[in-house]
């Protein structure tokens, strides 16, 4: 099955520097990647999600890159701010059947003023 | 609003009871999914279903059971067989199962002693 590795497991940064989490996945034909932001004791919620067809994909201060042939993608922050501060998951599945996100294990962003 | 609840948000059993975690959506989505949390673990799936009256187990079945009576509703027992069931559980819905958008409730802490 998939299998999905994150680093940093822990990230501290001052506010207004940028911020990379990056993860790796195994099975070559996952074709979905989504980052998910989770705030303590709540529920994750989607920031931004890539797919295999896209390289590059931005949304104001967050972006996402993709490199399949690799096998890795990133989470880039810029500008950060102390409401950045949280857990950040990885996920990554595809298209058939049964398929479900392979998650990986986080990565705690601290932002300090 | 549309979105997922989960209800009790904490959760508190005796070993050796069985005990049911709410979960039910009202965005009409087809795939629903039961996930654990633990510290530095990420977000492991428990189980999973595409469809009404269809469920499929995911990487930590064992100990925890299901039902999907209606498309609204996928609750998840937690049984005595569950050697470890103090963690923080969330439910997520899709549209469909594979590279779509999971959608989070907030989360039940279960605690037991």
Not at chain 1, 62 to 80: P, R
Not at chain 2, 99 to 108: D, K, L, V
Request: glycine share 8%; aromatic share 12%; proline share 4%.
């Amino acid at each position: 099955g998939e299998n999905v590795e994150q680093h940093p497991s822990t990230l501290s940064v001052q506010e207004g520097d940028s911020a990379v989490i990056k993860c790796t996945y195994s099975d070559s034909a996952s074709n979905y990647f989504p980052w998910y932001k989770q705030e303590l004791g709540k529920g994750p919620q989607l920031i931004i999600d890539i797919r295999s067809n896209v390289g590059e994909k931005k949304d104001q201060r967050i972006a996402v890159t993709l490199n399949k042939t690799a096998k890795h993608f990133s989470l880039h922050i810029t500008e950060t701010q102390p409401e950045d501060s949280a857990v950040y998951f990885c996920a990554a599945s595809k298209d058939s059947g049964y398929s479900t996100l392979t998650f990986g294990k986080g990565t705690m962003l601290l932002v300090s003023p | 609003d549309g979105g997922i609840t989960q209800s009790p948000k904490y959760l508190f059993r005796k070993e050796g009871q069985n005990v049911t975690l709410s979960c039910e959506q009202n965005l009409n989505h087809d795939a629903m999914y039961w996930y654990r949390q633990d510290p530095g673990q990420g977000l492991r799936l428990i189980y999973y279903s595409q469809i009404v009256n269809d469920f499929q187990k995911g990487d930590i079945a064992e100990g925890y059971s299901v039902s999907r009576e209606k498309k609204e509703s996928f609750p998840l027992t937690v049984t005595s067989a569950q050697k470890n069931p103090t963690a923080f559980y969330l439910c997520a819905s899709s549209i469909s199962s594979g590279s779509y958008e999971q959608y989070f409730g907030p989360g039940t802490r279960l605690t037991v002693t």
